[in-house]
């Protein structure tokens, strides 16, 4: 006797993938909130990123010196032992990938900074009635600018 399943069963089978495909679906395609931070968090952020950006230029240029003062004084084309020389080759060639990783740094805390002056927290005026009297009183706010592309 050969067991075939019934109708039932296979749109029991069929509804389950379904859900559990849908539920994937949107498990996965959720979309991150944003998080308003404030003018501080983006100053400091935009501090530390200029710091290392200022230690890996410091860094390297002071490499690529030590490295060209080096390999000014071992330089030897007809050598046999040049393995000092390719050290100080090697030292001055990772002066120039610091300084050059230090761009990324520099313009990073730039656009840190420029978040942290859109962000700003003030007075505003605004007008109340207080005992049948208009009153200028000061209001705190969040200003906010978005600038569009």
Same mark, same amino acid.
């Given at each position: @006797? ?8 296979? @749109? ?5 993938? =379904? @859900? =559990? ?5 949107? %498990? ?11 003018? #501080? ?14 230690? =890996? !230029? ?12 080096? /390999?000014?004084?071992? /330089?030897?084309? /007809?050598?046999? #032992?040049?393995?000092? %020389? ?5 030292? @001055? =060639? ?5 300084? !050059?990783? &230090? *761009?990324? /740094?520099?313009? &990073? ?5 420029? *978040?942290?002056?859109?962000? &700003? ?20 706010? !969040? ?7």
């Amino acid at each position: @006797m050969v067991y075939t399943a019934t109708k039932v069963e296979v @749109m029991k089978k069929v509804i389950l993938s =379904l @859900m =559990l495909a849908s539920l994937m679906a949107t %498990s996965f395609c959720q979309q991150k909130t944003m998080e308003v931070k404030d003018k #501080d968090y983006y100053l400091q952020k935009s501090k530390d990123k200029k710091t290392v950006a200022w230690v =890996l !230029l410091g860094a390297g240029t002071a490499a690529i010196i030590g490295g060209a003062i080096g /390999f000014n004084q071992t /330089f030897c084309i /007809f050598c046999e #032992d040049n393995g000092a %020389s390719n050290a100080y080759g090697f030292l @001055m =060639l990772g002066g120039v990938v610091a300084d !050059l990783a &230090s *761009i990324p /740094f520099f313009i &990073s805390a730039s656009h840190y900074k420029k *978040i942290a002056a859109d962000i &700003s927290i003030g007075n505003q005026n605004g007008y109340t009635i207080k005992q049948n009297y208009l009153v200028l009183n000061r209001i705190p706010v !969040l200003v906010v600018r978005i600038h569009l592309p």
